[in-house]
């Protein structure tokens, strides 16, 4: 989901006794700061919509600008004081920049409904910037997260002087917010409260402690999700809205590009994610749905990269994330990049050296970047795994196998129980767990829901990039349950790297548009190919760890497997599942991964 990071800055006053040390350090950075280049501010710009709504915008320029220049903005609902800093870097390194308010949020005009109105007022914008006299008529966009999505919501409306743009971290509607394939989260009702009124709220999102203790309220009392705002104490109704559409319909498709207006795109596009984005899944939609139907010369203009990063580090790499460090290669620093590739696109200069090839992409372990011509070209084999047993996958201590051959002499099936009423794992989690990539509590504490596979070890190191996908045979005895199935790497000392994710509510097993209760008794295929992309050089002595289970967590909607509307479901509707995967000779059930062979 979508995990948005708030800047709180402070002000310090330095009073008549700061010591002569500091001085004299305040003295240097002063004569540092007079060599920088200055910037000059428009305070309160006031840009009209074309239903008479004026949207607030902050203009920052280079100092004394004697000639027009491109222009970017940043158009956003969490304030545009959220990046000065952005701002006033892009200022200093020869564009003007503005920091516009969306509809309904900080000093703009209007109501905010999110991913609502920013195509065409983001239209109305761009369209009004290209006529003001420090521009040259190229218009641009910087932004992640909502910031990257409306990128591509402007995008569709082609306004004529939108010259360029780089979406990084891209949410993408009826992919993965306000759901992620089709399953709801209290995080939607966080996020709904940062953005309620005009207002940031900066402080009241960043709460760990009163989100996860309203969140395991509402697990621990079996209540309705649809009822997780007035739990929280804030009604809204776009979260209300949102339970009236819980899967990819018309609403969320007007949000977003169709394909004929995929096919019209025609600027150069650099996208960024990350292996550990939240918003991964948002991204490659709008990215492997241009490469679908967009044409060939603008698909030679669309760049990609895939960096170690969670959702923040997709626009401010870290060198660690969730546990796990990364070599010093990793940090990219992207306000460099992006200048390079608006001083490309849009001043007539030479395309950034690190875009050797359309894609590039950071291969952890190995602690360097690769390049491809495409998605598709990254890997050059596949390895598959078949699941298999002694007739016991229960945990990690008595697990499953992941074999590269077949035979049909081990046990048919595995089998789990998922009771929605069972609070056990909701219980052992905790608020936040800052070393999530490496830690192996979940795992752990499976309470007999789900199975786990182990393969053998590797006996060389081998590079693993691209999408996993994973085919099982399942039987089960309710109409609808939530699935998840996360691969790790089990290092040489036992410890744990998570790979990557992929989740399904079985009643959309086959059409996330569509939904088809689970016959009873009968059994089906099941395909997870929603994995998450991950690189990694899994090392030698190293094994690959498969745990497929049934979501009981207070980090999403519970599904009480009942069949009817998941959202308006308590716990007066539980059904207990009964759960086989079933690998024999005539039902296969396997793991395939991208391999790239040197």
Known sequence: MLHLKCRIGCTVTLGMALAMPWASAMHAQQKLAADEPNVDMQWAVKIPARDGVKLNATVFTPHGQKQPLPVIFTFTPYIGDSYTDRAMYFAKHGYVYALVDVRGRGNSGGEFEPFVNEGRDGYDVVEWLAKQPYCNGKVTMWGGSYAGFDQWTVLKEFPPHLTTIVPAAAAHPGVDFPFQYNIFAPYDLQWLTFTSGATSNGSLFGSS????????????????????????????????????????DAYYDAMVP????????????LTITGHYDGDQPGAFTF???????????????HYLIIGPWDHPGTRTPKAEVGGLKFGQASVLDLNKLHTEWYDWAMKGGPKPQFLKKRVAYYVVGAEEWKYADSLESISNSRKVFFLLSWGSASDVFYSGRLLEWYTGKWPASDSWTYDPLDTRPGAAEPDDEPSGLTSQRAVLNLFGEGVVYHSELFDEATEISGFAKLTVWLQMDVPDTDLEADLY???????????????MRARYRESPREAKPVPAGKIEKYVFDNFTFFSRQVGRGSRLRLVIRSMNSTGAEKNYNSGGVVAAETGKDAKTAHITLVHDGDRPSALELPIVKH
């Not at 007035?230 to 990819?248: A, R, Y």
């Not at 169709?258 to 596009?269: L, M």
């Not at 990215?287 to 203009?301: D, I, S």
């Open 287 to 301: 990215y492997k749905r241009h490469m679908q139907y967009g044409t060939t010369e603008a698909k030679a203009n």
């Open 258 to 269: 169709s394909p004929e207006q995929y096919k019209k795109i025609s600027v150069p596009i």
């Open 489 to 503: 790497e089990i290092l040489p000392d036992g410890g744990s790297v998570v790979l990557t994710g992929a989740t």
């Open 209 to 248: 402690s009163f989100w996860g203790s309203k969140a395991r309220e509402m697990y621990m009392s079996h209540l309705a999700f649809q009822d997780f705002d007035k739990l929280v104490g804030n009604f809204s109704t776009v979260f209300q809205k949102w339970m009236k559409h819980p899967t990819p």
